[in-house]
């Protein structure tokens, strides 16, 4: 049985995008900082916390856009069970 191909949103794809660059950025300015400095000092540690705080922050709002879709689909199951239910009773 074929499934049907998902619709990707306008906010997922700008999610994807900003995560992306997100990555990206922040990989090469901590990767540049480290290169001319040679030291870890806790500014560097405090940035690189910082980044991979904010990449789990776009992991667990794409996580929330999709369970919130999928809820959405399960109220539209039950409401339509719930229909035939009171059809066959009448």
Same mark, same amino acid.
């Given at each position: 049985?074929?499934?049907? *191909? ?23 300015? %901590?990767? *540049? ?12 540690? %405090? ?11 776009? %992991?667990?709002?794409? %996580? ?25 009773? *009448?």
């Amino acid at each position: 049985m074929l499934k049907k *191909r998902a619709e990707i949103s306008t906010f997922e794809l700008m999610v994807l995008i900003v995560g992306c660059a997100a990555v990206l950025l922040g990989f090469n300015l %901590i990767n *540049r900082v480290y290169i001319t400095d040679y030291t870890m000092g806790w500014p560097m540690v %405090i940035s690189i916390f910082t980044w991979l705080i904010l990449l789990v922050l776009f %992991i667990l709002l794409s %996580i929330n856009v999709d369970s919130s879709k999928q809820t959405l689909k399960e109220i539209t199951e039950i409401k339509n069970i719930l229909k035939k239910f009171t059809k066959k009773k *009448r």
